[in-house]
């Protein structure tokens, strides 16, 4: 009732004021059009009055000039007609003015200019028009006046007529709109708003099964949106406490996102983190004529963005965006999360030719394939490697620029990108705490002696306080080509260098997904179960089949696609009786294109593809489904939860999170995973099927023990492999790494007898 009244009441009162006002002028306006249509016709009467009576001035009696008057006199609204004397004195006047006058003092006086002179006068309370015209003589001399009054007082009834109108008017249409403004605030807001004032009741009063009708119209979906991030805040808050008793109550300890960042503050003490890293948490594109904010698929932004919520961080990274340089500010910085703005993102632009050398060049021809022992022979050009080395000065550059004011920083420092980076940060901030974390495999010595600048490197990375990779024995290969490449000292007790007086750290730090437990229990309901999600799945490709594998990966040349294609080709040819019963989705965004190996690659997985369909196709089955496109998070998750089995067939790998993925999505605790022993993740997930990539046989029989695998056996793997994942989780990994990094002590608190000490 309250929100209708301060709707209508400023509602009524501005239509109210606008009407009036509006009335007001239109008044003004007639009368005016009123007076001047008035004073014409009596000037014309006037003047035809003139006419008749000069010519008899002087000739005639009064009693002519009397007739004259009164045969003039009868006009509507005319009170009469008065001829007078140069001196005031009555020659004639028509016996309606003579009546009416009685009592009226009138002075009337000849005029002396040759024009008439007219006047509104106020005659009792009636309105009148009197109008004075100059007579001549004979002598063309003015020897007397012409007197035209009329009633005026018609044109006050007209205004009062239409202020009577403009008034019912205005009543019937405020009428009709507090009636209208009324209907549209009870049918488009109070409505809305009493149902999500009911949802929101029960959500609070932790009611289920409640639905919550959204609003769908323009005007309340701002709220709506906020409502729907309130909820979900409130659910996963609910969620996690309920989880958290859990755990409590079983004793466990698991990492959450709210653990992660109570735990990283507590160890920055005060102090700020800075992460930088190639690919930027969140992009800015164009989309027709407005922008819209992409998030990339990545582990990353799932581990670090809590931690940079938590302490107000700043994320450095390559501003990729073709909308990006849009949304910044003349500092190159932007708040995120856009809808929950809690840490600030620096962008640092990078030319096509720094690109191309940098990333696509140095990093991705050269150390890409360097450290991934598949068969790919590495490229290093000197133009990349300038770029490289110039990229890695810009980045430090903006790092130190966004350091600058702050006491003992925190840096993270991302992947094979910025190998450079902590020893340029380090020389101009000895105070700060550095870490780089290697994403990807380190390979033995002798092969990294392949790279020209291998010194330069490694200098740089020794530059960290802490390098992390994702198993031991990559800690131990880097540990081994320090120990060949440089002059330092390898400290293989508590595996550290001492170069130079100053000591890194080396340490493993397996990397994984985050959880699906409170954070998505929600976004998980409505799911299928898996049996009822594959025979959707499979209707929806077209196919006529049983059994459904998945195969999840950028189409890269370290995957193991094609060793992948080739053992599901050598299954159905050793297992005939699978043909028609088993098809394989390989989901494969395509990567890097315009490198020349990764479009060669492409191409040849296509053709592989097409090769074993023509062999083994039928009308409505296909062995193979290549869908080479990008696939959003729940596209993937449905083939996840759909498929019997995952393949992950990488030929060398750091650690893999397909595997994880696929462990974390399988809440049925159904499903087998078929793994490389040459990716990282086979070290901790124990309970998968470890086959060789290379060798295929090994690979198609394991396909086949996946598919006929006991119900039971493959229920207690999967709940061996997603406990493990539980446990060692993206939140436990980041909590590691930063709580390692911030317990290094920074170069200046070291005293100069321990300095000595780490030189001697």
């Known amino acids: 009732m309250r929100l209708n009244f301060r709707l209508i009441l400023p509602l009524v009162l501005v239509l109210s004021l606008v009407s009036l006002l509006s009335s007001y002028y239109q008044v003004k306006a007639q009368k005016r059009e009123l007076e001047q249509d008035l004073q014409k016709r009596i000037e014309v009467l006037a003047e035809s009055l003139q006419e008749s009576i000069e010519p008899q001035l002087g000739r005639s009696s009064h009693q002519d000039l009397q007739r004259i008057a009164e045969r003039f006199g009868n006009r509507e609204h005319l009170f009469g007609v008065g001829i007078y004397g140069k001196h005031g004195e009555a020659l004639a006047v028509t016996s309606s003015l003579a ?76 009428c009709l709109v507090a009636l209208i403004v009324w209907l549209i605030v009870r049918w488009s807001i109070s409505g809305p708003i009493a149902r999500t004032v009911q949802w929101m009741k029960a959500l609070r009063t932790g009611k289920s099964g409640f639905r919550h009708p959204l609003p769908d119209r323009d005007l309340l979906m701002p709220v709506a949106r906020e409502a729907m991030t309130f909820a979900e805040n409130l659910a996963t808050a609910r969620a996690v406490a309920e989880h958290e008793a859990r755990l409590r109550e079983t004793a466990e300890s698991i990492w959450t996102p709210e653990r992660l960042a109570v735990h990283v503050r507590s160890k920055l003490n005060g102090s700020r983190l800075f992460v930088v890293s190639n690919r930027e948490p ?20 799932t581990a670090i963005e809590p931690i940079l919520c938590a302490c107000d961080g700043t994320w450095i990274a390559h501003g990729s965006g073709d909308a990006d340089r849009e949304t910044v500010d003349r500092q190159d910085r932007l708040q995120v999360p856009p809808d929950d703005p809690r840490y600030t993102l620096r962008r640092v632009w990078l030319s096509k030719e720094e690109e191309e050398g940098y990333y696509y060049g140095f990093a991705n021809e050269g150390l890409w394939p360097l450290c991934h022992i598949a068969h790919t022979r590495p490229l290093f050009r000197g133009n990349d490697w300038q770029h490289y080395c110039e990229v890695n000065q810009k980045f430090a550059a903006a790092t130190l620029d966004e350091m600058a004011g702050t006491e003992q920083p925190v840096l993270l420092v991302q992947d094979y990108h910025f190998a450079l980076l902590p ?14 974390f290697w994403h990807i495999p380190w ?6 002696g392949i790279c020209p600048w291998q010194c330069e490197l490694l ?44 000591v890194t750290m080396v340490r493993p730090f397996p990397i994984s997904v985050g959880l ?74 395509p990567s890097r294109t315009h490198i020349k190996r990764y479009h060669d690659f492409l191409a040849e997985v296509e053709a592989a593809a097409e090769r074993i369909n023509w062999r083994f196709r039928t009308e409505n089955w296909r062995p193979i489904i290549f869908r080479k496109r990008h696939h959003s ?94 446990e060692q989780n993206i939140y436990r990994w980041a909590g590691d790494l930063i709580g390692d990094l911030c317990e290094v002590r920074p170069e200046q608190e070291k005293s100069a007898k321990e300095r000595m000490k780490e030189i001697a």
């Not at 969140?282 to 932004?301: C, M, R």
């Not at 020893?423 to 780089?436: C, E, G, H, M, N």
């Not at 089949?545 to 094609?562: A, E």
Request: contains cysteine; charged residues 30%; hydrophobic residues 40%.
């Open 633 to 726: 998070h729940q596209e993937i998750e449905r083939f996840y939860r759909a498929a019997n089995l995952c393949l992950v067939t990488s030929l060398h790998d750091g650690m893999n999170l397909v595997a994880k993925e696929f462990l974390v999505t399988r809440d049925d605790e159904d499903g087998v995973l078929i793994l490389s022993r040459f990716t990282g993740a086979c070290h901790e997930l124990r309970d998968a099927l470890v086959v060789n990539p290379y060798d295929i046989e090994e690979m198609a029989d394991a396909i086949l023990f996946a598919l006929e695998m006991d119900a039971d056996q493959r229920r207690v793997r999967m709940q061996r492999l997603r406990r493990v994942v539980k």
């Open 459 to 502: 200098d740089g990375l020794l530059g960290a306080d802490l390098v992390g990779f994702h198993i031991q024995s990559h800690c131990n290969n880097f540990l081994e080509t320090v120990d060949r490449a440089l002059e330092s000292r390898i400290e293989r007790e508590r595996f550290a260098v001492n170069r130079e007086g100053h």
């Open 282 to 301: 969140y992009s800015h594109v164009k989309d027709g004529k407005s922008v819209k904010v992409l998030i990339p698929a990545s582990g990353l932004v």
């Open 443 to 448: 390979p033995n010595p002798e092969a990294f």
């Open 423 to 436: 020893q340029l940060v380090k020389k101009k901030r000895p105070d700060a705490r550095i870490a780089i």
């Open 516 to 589: 699906t437990g409170p954070a998505s229990a929600n976004a998980g309901e409505g799911n299928l179960p898996s049996d009822q999600e594959r025979t959707a799945m499979l209707k929806e490709l077209g196919m006529e089949s049983l059994f459904l594998g998945v195969g999840v990966d950028r189409v890269d040349y370290t995957k193991g696609i094609l060793e992948r294609f080739m053992a599901i080709e050598r299954f159905l040819e050793k297992y005939p009786r699978y043909q028609g019963q088993f098809t394989f989705v390989q989901i494969g965004a």
């Open 99 to 174: 009546t009416r006058l009685s009592g009226f003092p009138l002075a009337i006086a000849v005029a002396e200019d040759e024009n008439g002179r007219g006047e509104f006068l106020k005659f009792g309370e009636a309105t009148v028009y009197v109008y004075v015209l100059p007579l001549h003589g004979r002598d063309n001399n003015v020897v007397a006046s012409l007197v035209v009054v009329n009633d005026a007082d018609y044109i006050r009834w007209r205004n009062v007529r239409f202020w009577r109108d403009t008034f019912l008017r205005l009543l019937v249409e405020l």
